[in-house]
């Protein structure tokens, strides 16, 4: 089903709207110069719905609209991990991260490495982030995102998908480069509203296709009686997709390693909090942000297990024409991440279909924002005023901000086509992240929980979790990369304690951070919302192990 002019309306009518928020709200007040802190934080102004809404807008992508949905197809609702555990790690990141941060008054996770041990190490550390938010972060999303709007507007044949990375590389720049993150946290809670409708949409227009008698309940049971073994969230040893999501350490073992590293320390994700007006308005925000990360996978994974269904044509499921066409690569292996893609082009109607592209949109974009932002403010705060220009004025930081974030989106433009059709472009972001994440979240904990931690055990500790990580790759191992993650963080906490206790056995790293019980002291509102979280997951974990 292609494109109706209703839909490109629709479409359109969302591009314009946001980008002209975007411009609207980062619009500088009367005798007023955009500063540094106005660019790169938002004036510090943000309130707690705004944050909560701007981290799952930057957190919700392609990635998972469309690489999550793939693995909802391959693996089933055990992927959901990923989201569900990330509620409790926001609770984690707001009670005993976030105080410290916030306190320093940071703009860049580099910083807090930078007052905490070194100048060098910072320097290590924001170089690594740079490259890791061009080379992976934006080129994946570019590329997923242009691979979605070629299925869904185009033939899927991949002609289309060049041009679609222009354009969502252009409706990006249009807004984020010029305001910063006002402009990219302001959109955000139209985005983060958008992206939930139109999946919701998705999901629940699918269901009632599943089956020639229709019915949202019915096609649920359906799904949940012919692919039973895509609903458990605890994988066995038997299971194929077991070296993807080893079982019961996934509770225990990698998948907090993800997670702890991927909501606490880093740049495009929690610069939302530090931009918050208060650590209060900053922890709610979090909480906030717990709450709709339990319902992500009603939104991505459950397409993907209608999908799986729609492909293998159980008994009672409506029977697709080109089904198996569709998914079939020319190899005979099954091109996953078209679930999401192929579900709208199939069946959301004429005039929805605008507003659930619009929503994958949304989603790309205000990731795609984020990025840039982040990048922006790790090179000009962290490189280019302490290295190329000491003197920089607050104009010099703004330019250099921009010119940072259009030059990133420029050469993840050039590099996104490179990378091909590779299979579950979800799990490979996160096992190929997962080589240097554990090293660089050993140096936080021990930097934020331990003061003896000293600068020397930190480098060394570092440097080498990047030869360990290599090291558990190796083919006679045969360890799932989830637990290579763990065993790389625990043995890197191993070796910074270690040479921090040679070099300087008996005093306390005179960098290290004095903690108190009131330093973790959290408001009412932010207890309960953990508890009922918490409940929420215990009962999910309970449903569906």
Do not use: C
């Not at 793939?70 to 790690?89: D, K």
């Not at 019915?215 to 359906?222: M, V």
């Not at 109607?349 to 949109?361: D, E, H, N, S």
């Amino acid at each position: 089903m292609h494109f109706d002019v209703i839909d490109y309306l629709v479409f359109f009518g969302y591009i314009v709207g946001i980008v002209f928020l975007g411009l609207w709200v980062s619009r500088t007040r009367k005798g007023h110069e955009k500063n540094s802190e106005d660019y790169f934080l938002a004036s510090k102004a943000l309130p707690w719905w705004t944050i909560g809404s701007s981290l799952i807008a930057a957190n919700i992508s392609a990635e998972q609209f469309i690489g999550m949905s793939g693995s909802g197809f391959a693996i089933g609702l055990a992927i959901a991990s990923y989201e569900w555990m990330s509620a409790a790690t926001l609770l984690i990141v707001g009670k005993f991260f976030l105080p410290v941060f916030i306190e320093k008054q940071l703009y860049t996770i580099p910083e807090f490495i930078e007052k905490r041990f070194s100048t060098d190490l910072k320097t290590i550390l924001a170089v690594f982030w740079i490259a890791l938010f061009i080379f992976v972060n934006l080129t994946s999303v570019l590329f997923l995102g242009g691979k979605a709007i070629d299925t869904i507007v185009g033939n899927g044949d991949g002609s289309m998908i060049i041009y679609a990375i222009l354009f969502l590389a252009f409706i990006a720049a249009a807004y984020s480069l010029y305001g910063g993150l006002s402009a990219v946290a302001w959109t955000d809670v139209i985005q983060v509203a958008l992206l939930v409708l139109g999946g919701l949409l998705t999901t629940l227009i699918a269901l009632n296709a599943v089956t020639p008698e229709g019915g949202i309940i019915h096609g649920f049971e359906h799904i949940y009686k012919h692919a039973s073994d895509k609903f458990h969230m605890i994988l066995h040893k038997n299971n194929p997709q077991f070296f993807n999501l080893p079982g019961i350490a996934v509770l225990i073992g990698g998948m907090w390693v993800a997670n702890l590293y991927y909501w606490g320390f880093n740049q495009y994700i929690i610069q939302r909090a530090l931009a918050a007006k208060s650590l209060q308005e900053a922890q709610r925000g979090l909480a906030f942000a717990g709450f709709l990360k339990l319902l992500i996978p009603i939104l991505v994974v459950i397409p993907g297990i209608i999908a799986f269904v729609l492909f293998t044509q159980p008994e009672g499921t409506t029977i697709i024409p080109g089904v198996k066409e569709a998914f079939l690569k020319a190899d005979g292996g099954i091109n996953y991440d078209k679930s999401y893609p192929w579900l709208i082009s199939q069946f959301i109607p004429i005039g929805l279909k605008g507003l659930v592209l619009a929503a994958l949109t949304a989603a790309i974009v205000s990731s795609l924002a984020s990025m840039l932002n982040s990048t922006s403010t790790i090179f000009t705060m962290d490189i280019f005023k302490p290295y190329i220009k000491k003197d920089a004025t607050e104009r010099d930081l703004v330019f250099v901000g921009r010119l940072t974030a259009g030059i990133a989106l420029v050469i993840a433009i050039i590099m996104a086509p490179v990378l091909g059709n590779i299979p579950q472009m979800f799990q490979y972001i996160q096992e190929y992240t997962g080589l240097v994440s554990p090293g660089i979240l050993a140096v936080f904990l021990m930097g934020l929980f331990w003061k003896k931690t000293n600068n020397k055990g930190a480098i060394v500790g570092v440097t080498l979790s990047i030869v360990i990580a290599f090291l558990l790759k190796l083919p006679g191992l045969e360890l799932p990369w989830m637990d290579q993650m763990f065993y790389t963080l625990i043995l890197t906490m191993a070796i910074i304690l270690g040479v921090s206790l040679t070099t300087s056995p008996d005093i306390d790293d005179p960098k290290g951070i004095p903690l108190s019980a009131a330093t973790f002291k959290t408001d009412s509102v932010f207890n309960i919302s953990a508890y009922i979280i918490l409940i929420i997951l215990a009962v999910l974990y309970s449903v569906f192990w």
